[in-house]
């Protein structure tokens, strides 16, 4: 039986509040070659085993990570992740719980949550964390934001080692809500020099660490220069194993990291739910997005948790909240706590050292490759490689191979050509010295 939620009344008036005419002018801003205009070719019933097969096949078409040698970053990691991570966070307390828009009776989501902002905190090297956001773009695009409202200026300078998407998602911000981006190009080799574009107009300077070529920098100088303007560095990272072995942005002099937590506790899961991360100075709190759960005692002297700062717009009016993202990422939060709890420092670190280990041996097996040459002067567990054919079609003769050789630089940067021979490559831990022969024998029969 169909499911019709809506009458031919119901849509007439909706198209007519927005000022639609027709459901088709609804649509008008998508090329219509891209509009599905006769109904899909699927049968018209199966039963539940037929579908099943027929959904099996389909799936075995695509070649998940785990399937080979996988050497895939650019923002999304493989890691391991321990099997007690997915079985506690499917306990149905966790499992089944939305937000703690009642706080008093979900002190087990609350007190994860400080959990969870603490290990940001120390991670980061900053001294408040908030209970997550939706992802590491957004996060981006909410830090420039809170810059903006901090220093009360509007313009942002965006580093090009940016990722490209978090910059995407920070223009489109930009665009309709009303502030100007200095956007630099792409910086290979980690050598822009962004001081000498801060002004007095300048709220806020966003970096990345590692950048998205791989490159690691030290901010401190930056920093600054920054501060020395009246503007903050947002440092943005995306591959939060750095942190582990690296010195903290916080350390560094940031005002506000931004950061997507996938690579602990989350698999990759074709691109999401991710979690995003949020932290930054504490004089900086009551401009921060999102929300903040604290430890306090109740009137029986008990140990509790609270919801202490919501300034979202399902709490304060809209116009003086400092967020419209309606949703944190709990149980990726969740999932992410449990794994930092199980590793413990000592574990976080370790963890790194693996991860940086295997980019060195990867880096040194590729670079004796014939037709390949590895660009970065310092890396963690990603790096980039110049490889004498396009990389697009070197990923495509691995990939037959049964090896995810990495990304091609110009799936990021569709408008720079001059990019098409680079490819972005990352080893983590679930990367063993067969795996990296493998790479290394068939880049070289293939180039």
């Given amino acids: 039986m169909r499911y019709l939620p809506l009458t031919d009344d119901d849509r007439r008036a909706m198209l007519g509040a927005i000022g639609a005419g027709s459901v088709e002018e609804l649509f008008r801003d998508v090329p219509s070659d891209k509009l599905q205009s006769a109904p899909l070719d699927l049968p018209p019933f199966s039963g539940e085993l037929q579908v099943e097969r027929r959904l099996a096949k389909m ?7 785990g399937a080979g040698p996988s050497f895939l970053g650019a923002g999304a990691y493989r890691h391991h992740v321990p099997a007690a991570v997915d079985h506690l966070i499917q306990r149905g307390e966790f499992l089944t719980s939305y937000t703690p828009y009642q706080p008093e009776i979900t002190q087990g989501t609350l007190q994860y949550l400080f959990e969870f902002q603490t290990q940001v905190a120390l991670a980061t090297g900053m001294e408040v964390a908030n209970a997550s956001m939706y992802d590491g773009a957004t996060s981006c695009a909410e830090a420039v934001m809170m810059a903006n409202r901090t220093t009360r200026r509007h313009r942002a300078v965006i580093s090009g080692g940016l990722h490209p998407h978090y910059r995407e998602v920070t223009e489109t911000l930009a665009r309709f809500i009303g502030f100007d981006l200095d956007c630099a190009g792409p910086d290979v080799k980690g050598e822009e020099d962004l001081g000498a574009r801060v002004d007095d107009r300048t709220s806020c300077v966003v970096v990345q660490y590692p950048d998205v070529f791989g490159n690691v920098r030290d901010w401190t100088a930056l920093a600054q220069a920054c501060h020395a303007k009246g503007a903050l560095l947002v440092v943005v990272v995306t591959e939060f194993v750095a942190l582990g072995a690296l010195k903290s942005p916080g350390e560094m002099g940031a005002d506000i990291v ?7 506790g989350n698999a990759l899961n074709f691109g999401g739910p991710y979690v995003g991360l949020f932290a ?11 929300r903040v759960c604290g430890e306090t005692v109740d009137a029986d002297g008990k140990r509790g948790f609270v919801l202490t700062l919501s300034t979202r717009e399902q709490h304060i009016r809209r116009e003086k909240a400092t967020s419209n993202i309606c949703t944190n990422s709990g149980l990726c939060a969740l999932a992410f706590t449990i794994h930092m709890s199980l590793l413990g420092e000592q574990g976080f670190t370790r963890m790194a050292a693996l991860n940086h280990a295997a980019a060195v041996q990867l880096a040194d097996r590729l670079d004796a490759v014939d037709g390949a040459e590895v660009l970065n002067a310092t890396f963690f567990n990603e790096f980039t490689v110049r490889l004498r054919k396009p990389a697009a079609e070197v990923v495509e003769a691995l990939a037959g191979k049964g090896i995810l050789g990495g990304v091609p630089a110009l799936r990021l940067y569709p408008d720079r050509p001059e990019m098409a021979n680079l490819l972005l490559v990352a080893a983590t831990e679930t990367n063993t010295p067969e795996d990296m022969d493998a790479f290394a024998t068939a880049l070289r029969e293939i180039l």
Avoid: H
């Fill in 258 to 264: 931004a950061a997507e937590g996938q690579s602990i």
């Fill in 280 to 290: 930054t100075r504490e004089k900086l709190i009551r401009q921060m997005p999102g």
């Fill in 59 to 65: 799936a075995a078409r695509n070649m998940p990570a």
